[in-house]
């Protein structure tokens, strides 16, 4: 992956992020509490690129350079809009509905990769075997849980948000 390849994607992940943060009336402080979300993920989500590295799993084609994981990192925190969304489920369903997004991320996140790996093999490639997968899938996985309770830290948790519905109120 060049650098030049992570500043369009940064530059379509900020728009994406532009995009929902509108759609959903995202308040600035839940914005705000979305970026840390993405914020500490991206540091997490370095480590664990790292450690498939150091295990074999898979081999990315990175400049371990500082310039060069910064602007990947702030791709990873541009990805906040996955946490916006998280937030409208988790104030619809609960954390029932966030429990059946961390699964269908798990089960979509390894073939999406495969996927790009296949189609840009100059980025990288995965190890075969079940490691690799159960990795990726553990990736994603944690994503969800892990960007969503930072963001829910630092603005509240979503149905104590004054969009909420009051289930008392619903009659109204």
Do not use: K
Request: charged share 10%; aromatic share 14%; with cysteine.
């Amino acid at each position: 992956m060049t650098t030049q390849q992570l500043h369009l994607f940064n530059g379509i992940y900020l728009v994406v992020l532009v995009v929902v943060a509108v759609l959903s009336r995202a308040t600035a402080r839940r914005i705000a509490g979305a970026l840390a979300g993405g914020t500490v993920f991206g540091v997490v989500a370095l480590s664990i690129i790292a450690l498939g590295e150091e295990t074999g799993w898979w081999h990315m084609a990175i400049t371990w350079e500082p310039y060069f994981l910064t602007v990947l990192w702030i791709g990873f925190a541009l990805c906040a809009f996955i946490y916006l969304i998280t937030w409208r489920i988790a104030r619809r369903f609960g954390w029932r509905g966030l429990a059946l997004v961390v699964v269908v991320v798990a089960v979509i996140g390894p073939p999406r990769d495969y996927w790009y790996m296949e189609r840009f093999p100059e980025w990288g490639a995965y190890e075969p075997g079940v490691a690799p997968v159960l990795a990726i899938s553990a990736t994603y996985a944690l994503m969800v849980v892990l960007g969503h309770g930072v963001m829910r830290l630092v603005a509240g948790p979503a149905r104590a948000d004054r969009l909420a519905r009051q289930p008392w109120a619903a009659g109204s």
